[in-house]
């Protein structure tokens, strides 16, 4: 069965600063992995996603995330954080072919930004 | 409208009532999903359907009964619900492609159990 691991409940970091969010995952096949962010009140916004081919992802808002297949790892990274990332960040690994749809999620992170 | 819209966004019931939630995806999709999200716990999947048919049942209590009319529409129906499933429902929908699919969120619908 597959899992995810997101190490940090909650993580401050002032505006400016860069931030690195943790996501660990098992799972025993080449794993579909995602961030999404998540605003109070609100539904889920996929940041990134990463399928096959290069290992460095960008996505929106400025964020990029890197899969480490010997760490069974799949980091979120933003150089510079704004007031607006302020927010729960969930990554989630996905199973492929015929189990399409079977998410699993980290608990989340979430994210405090101070001016 | 684009992207996926659920309605209410808010909902206070009694445990001896009877509501629904409705989800509607305009991303052309084919696979819908109900999620259940709790506070201090990671998102449940409850439901899965691709193409109307129902692919995936989480273990969910009977008091909570799906919908799927088609591709477009998702409906949650409930029904003597207990307190602890107060908590935000979250619709999504997806277009599965060869081995790869990624899905999209609705708002969520916060639900209050009385």
């Known amino acids: 069965a597959q899992s995810v691991t997101q190490p940090d409940i909650h993580i401050t970091v002032s505006e400016g600063a860069s931030l690195e969010l943790r996501c660990n995952y098992s799972y025993g096949a080449t794993p579909y992995l995602f961030w999404y962010v998540q605003s109070p009140g609100q539904g889920l916004q996929l940041l990134l996603k990463y399928f096959s081919g290069d290992t460095l992802v960008q996505g929106i808002k400025g964020f990029e995330a890197e899969f480490k297949r010997s760490q069974s790892s799949f980091n979120l990274r933003k150089p510079s954080v704004h007031w607006s990332d302020a927010a729960e960040y969930f990554c989630a690994v996905g199973a492929g072919g015929t189990s399409y749809g079977k998410l699993t999620f980290g608990q989340g992170t979430i994210l405090t930004v101070h001016p | 409208e684009t992207g996926v819209t659920q309605t209410p966004r808010h909902l206070v019931m009694g445990m001896t009532n009877k509501k629904s939630l409705k989800c509607e995806q305009h991303l052309g999709h084919n696979a819908m999903y109900w999620y259940k999200q709790s506070a201090k716990k990671p998102l449940e999947l409850m439901f899965v359907?691709?193409?109307?048919?129902?692919?995936e049942n989480n273990s969910v209590p009977s008091r909570f009964s799906p919908e799927c009319p088609n591709s477009s529409h998702l409906f949650l129906h409930l029904h003597t619900l207990q307190p602890e499933d107060s908590a935000l429902y979250l619709c999504?929908?997806?277009?599965?492609?060869?081995?790869?699919?990624?899905?999209?969120f609705g708002p969520g619908t916060r639900l209050t159990v009385l």
């Open positions: 359907y691709n193409f109307k048919e129902q692919t």
């Open positions: 999504a929908s997806s277009l599965p492609s060869g081995s790869t699919d990624t899905q999209y």
